[in-house]
């Protein structure tokens, strides 16, 4: 069965920092590419970051300088540490991770920031 089980998401003040974390399991054929994206109330989901297996990164142009992804490929999990937030932040943030032939998401995790 496969899961990604993201933690980290919660309620922080304008300027503060958060830490996002997302563990797969259960893919058998290996992780091409993990990313962050998000989805604020009455908004499309949009694309945080993203970073691909030999550590290749792709920002939002919106979180640029202010948000960092990371990953540990032994491990199958990806990072998002969120600094700066601002109260434009606040949105559900959902894991992905893509294979050759499969894309998987995470249940999402709140992000509320307050101004």
């Known amino acids: 069965q496969v899961q990604l089980v993201e933690s980290g998401g919660g309620l922080v003040q304008a300027g503060g920092s958060l830490r996002l974390s997302c563990a797969a399991s259960?893919?058998?054929?290996?992780?091409?590419?993990m990313g962050w994206y998000r989805q604020a109330p009455g908004k499309q989901r949009e694309l945080v970051a993203r970073?691909?297996?030999?550590?290749?990164?792709d920002y939002a142009d919106s979180v640029k300088g202010r948000f960092t992804i990371s990953r540990d490929n032994a491990k199958n999990t990806v990072y998002l540490q969120m600094n700066s937030l601002k109260p434009e932040d606040t949105a559900v943030y959902y894991c992905?991770?893509?294979?050759?032939?499969?894309?998987?998401w995470g249940q999402g995790t709140q992000v509320t920031v307050s101004s």
């Open positions: 259960g893919i058998r054929f290996g992780i091409k590419t």
């Open positions: 970073i691909s297996g030999v550590g290749l990164t």
């Open positions: 992905n991770a893509l294979t050759l032939t499969d894309d998987y």
